[in-house]
């Protein structure tokens, strides 16, 4: 299940639902792109499950964010591609075929790990709670060039 911290909710709260934000998912993703790209990862304690799979608008990006965490794994744990055993073991142990995120409970745990330290960037950047979706979105993006 993909899970949204329970502060991060409550820090989003004035741009959640507006201008290009209009789920729970999106600030999820955004968290965990960040996440995902500083290899931040931190526990998530108190969540609420927003979704079981990938919405149908994230469908056509459940395989990148796949590839993504994999990536990002191999990177914290210093493997490479050349060493296959190392990397399918690592590929078993966080995808499951037969999910409908394609996600085992251990990629969840590791995703939503990942979102969760993305959310603590975005809380230590930023003075105060975002109050203008706008502001937010240049601020994001400005955040993941660096």
Request: net charge negative.
């Amino acid at each position: 299940m993909f899970k949204i911290r329970k502060d991060a909710d409550n820090w989003f709260r004035k741009i959640d639902s507006r201008g290009p934000i209009k789920t729970k998912f999106d600030l999820f993703y955004l968290c965990l792109m960040l996440g995902l790209k500083k290899a931040r990862l931190d526990e998530v304690i108190e969540g609420t499950d927003i979704y079981q799979k990938f919405p149908q608008e994230y469908e056509g990006s459940r395989f990148l964010v796949l590839g993504l965490l994999i990536s990002a794994e191999m990177n914290r744990e210093g493997l490479v591609f050349e060493d296959k055993a190392s990397v399918q073991k690592l590929i078993s142990k966080y995808v499951a075929a037969d999910s409908p995120s394609n996600l085992s409970s251990e990629g969840f745990k590791k995703i939503n790990g990942y979102a969760s330290g993305g959310f603590d960037v975005l809380s230590e950047l930023f003075e105060d709670v975002p109050q203008d979706v706008d502001v937010f979105i240049a601020r994001y993006c400005a955040i993941m060039a660096s």
